[in-house]
């Protein structure tokens, strides 16, 4: 039937897309945001496109609770904590166990000195690139704890007693004469006792462990000039819980004077609100005295973050004591590193270790409000936190699990992971929104994806290259697609074939980008979208397909398919001969809807792709329509 004269029509163009937009009702959302979007991120122009998918490297028995990587005189090294076991491996060789006696917890790691140290919340671990062993039963500093000691005592306190180790050395002042010693502690009844005379290992000498001395089978020549100290004796003696300070922790961080050269720890549960400093650059000693206790003893340290020359430490939200610290670091006129804190921002706490990394210098980590940063006020410098998920925090803050939550920095995005295989990606690519009058409050654009069963989290890097790896409740290590150029790169939880660029046994991303529930500028009168005219502008892929669906207030809410068409691409690199085509036009394609959609107050047009090994992606939407009677209902 013609068209009849008089009647105008009308046109919706939805286009230069962000990101989405669960913040408040769907018809009241941009235009160029989505209110339904599952499975999608920004391709390089910021346009919507399917994720890339992962597949599956290894599998091991036990809960994945740690993948690390650091490179060890040039050559990289992978580690895999799974289960109670520590095991290396790579892309191509399975894990090969290196330890057992781990706990079965989530472990996090940091490189410092040319090794990996490893909290466990049950042992302090170190990696040196070919072997690992508990710090505590390594080679942990021993230090000098008193100097210039008389035979019968005194001295000068020198060093403070090391955490990890309970070995500890006396200096001692010679006369020629004196043959015993008496030590500044007793000696454990286990354990060695050594002594060098003048810098010579000796052991012609006995031990009274009780009364804490040792008696020389020759007395110690006195000194040639000088107070110069001629007996050294290094001994066991244990405080009790010293060892448990640092093994229980389950945090870590690095930091220091100018650079970050020390090792700070904490998610100890029976200090919650201390950390400890290590020596520099050896975390194998932690001075018993080094430790801070940061804000209420009742609210525990959550993690780090790094504000310019200061160290952030964020702590559980208890609603009335502050909740971030500013570490600061800086020599005393005694030569000596001191880390002064000072209280910057109360109300903004941390639930989840696992959340805190930096998007392009901006310090992020989870609260039960969303994603917050830490910031500097534009007028006053003051530290103040800003939220950056604005667009997502409706529905992140509902989430379970938050407190379990993992987040990596992963090519531009802030990448956080849920329990149940929920992801929130910041994109820190695309340009920000200004949501206040202060223009340093800005929010990220954000994506929604499902499917993804990470526990843990490993972004590599390699030149340009980033790798995201994952680990799972069941002892799976994962890869993320982005080194497939094929079309199997859009599958979930396959295996690499024999072709390097193939994956295969993969499973359907549901991907999904939606309209706001538009009412086309007022819900007061009904429209029609035409058969002509509409259509969704589709990204061009190898192999790629559409199925469009709307939704309206007529349908009472229920989405109906409109149209459905495959759009596939001749590529020689990577044929399906299942679905050979002779069209080589590697531009956007349409699939036009060819559908009247009749008197509605308000419409949305769904676009969605859940077919295996197919791209997707939305450059534009196109609705045509006219407008009729007043709605009367």
């Known amino acids: 039937m013609a068209r009849k004269r008089g009647v105008k029509i009308r046109q919706t163009v939805y286009n230069t897309f962000k990101g989405a937009d669960f913040s408040t009702d769907p018809s009241l959302v941009e235009k160029y945001r989505s209110p339904l979007c599952t499975n999608i991120v920004a391709d ?19 809960h994945v609770n740690g993948l690390f990587a650091a490179t060890f005189e040039g050559t990289e090294k992978m ?10 491996w790579s892309d191509t060789t399975a894990p090969t166990q290196l330890l057992t006696g781990l706990p079965d ?60 180790t309970p070995y500890r050395k006396n200096a001692f002042q010679t006369d020629g004469s004196t043959k015993t010693f008496e030590l500044d502690a007793d000696i454990d009844d286990t354990g060695t006792v050594k002594a060098w005379v003048w810098g010579t290992e000796t052991t012609a000498f006995t031990v009274d462990r009780a009364n804490g001395t040792i008696t020389m089978t020759t007395a110690p020549a006195a000194p040639s000039a000088g107070q110069e100290d001629g007996l050294v004796v290094q001994f066991p003696h244990t405080v009790d819980g010293y060892t448990d300070r640092i093994d229980k922790c389950t945090i870590l961080s690095t930091y220091g004077v100018g650079t970050n050269d ?89 639930v989840s270790p696992g959340s805190f990394a930096s998007l392009l210098d901006d310090p992020l980590f989870l609260t039960r409000n969303g994603i917050y940063a830490i910031a500097s006020n534009a007028i006053t410098s003051e530290k103040i936190a800003q939220s950056r998920s604005y667009y997502v925090n409706a529905q992140l803050t509902q989430e379970p699990g938050l407190e379990d939550a993992e987040a ?104 999904v980008w939606a309209t706001k529930y538009d009412d086309d500028g007022t819900p007061a009168l009904l429209k029609t979208m035409i058969k002509r005219g509409c259509c969704v502008t589709i990204k061009p892929f190898a192999r790629s397909s559409g199925a469009v669906y ?60 859940s077919e295996n090994n197919e791209g997707f992606g939305v450059f534009q939407i196109t609705k045509q329509f006219v407008v009729g009677n007043y709605a009367k209902r």
């Open 44 to 62: 390089g122009g910021g346009m919507p496109q399917k994720r890339s998918g992962w597949r599956v490297l290894h599998s091991a028995s036990g």
């Open 408 to 511: 990596v920095i992963w090519n531009g995005l802030y990448v956080l992971v849920l329990p149940n295989g929920h992801v929130y990606a910041m994109d820190g690519r695309q340009t920000k929104s200004y949501k206040s009058s202060s223009m340093g409050d800005f929010v990220y654009e954000c994506y929604y994806w499902e499917n993804v069963p990470a526990r843990c989290l490993m972004c590599r890097r390699s030149g340009t290259e980033e790798s995201l790896y994952f680990g799972t409740e069941d002892g799976k290590i994962c890869k993320f697609n982005s080194d497939i150029s094929t079309m199997s790169r859009f599958s979930d939880g396959g295996t690499r074939t024999g072709n390097a660029s193939q994956v295969a046994g993969g499973q359907a991303i549901d991907a």
């Open 262 to 350: 020390r090792l700070v720890v904490s998610g100890n549960p029976d200090f919650p609100n201390q950390d400890w400093i290590s020596g520099l650059s050896d975390p194998t000693y932690f001075p018993d005295l080094s430790y801070t206790a940061v804000g209420a003893e009742s609210t525990a340290i959550v993690g780090y973050c790094r504000l310019g020359s200061y160290q952030g430490i964020v702590k559980a939200d208890d609603g009335g004591d502050s909740t971030v610290f500013l570490r600061r670091a800086e020599m005393n006129s005694d030569g000596e590193a001191v880390f002064p804190l000072q209280q910057a921002i109360a109300g903004v706490g941390s």
């Open 105 to 164: 917890h989530k472990s996090r790691a940091a490189f410092l000195g040319g090794k990996l140290w490893i909290v466990t919340g049950n042992g302090f671990y170190v990696y040196d690139g070919s072997t690992a062993q508990k710090v505590s039963a390594s080679d942990a500093y021993v230090p000098t704890t008193t100097i210039t000691r008389t035979p019968t005592g005194g001295g000068v306190s020198h060093e403070d007693i090391n955490l990890l």
């Open 550 to 609: 709307f939704r309206s207030d007529r349908t009472e809410g229920v989405s109906q398919k409109i149209a459905e068409q495959t759009m596939d691409i001749l590529d020689f690199a990577d044929i399906d001969f299942e679905r050979f085509t002779f069209n080589t036009d590697d531009g956007p394609q349409e699939i036009f809807l060819n559908r009247k959609v009749k008197n509605y107050k308000r419409l949305q047009i769904i676009a969605r792709n």
């Open 79 to 88: 580690l895999a904590h799974i289960g109670t076991k520590l095991y290396t």
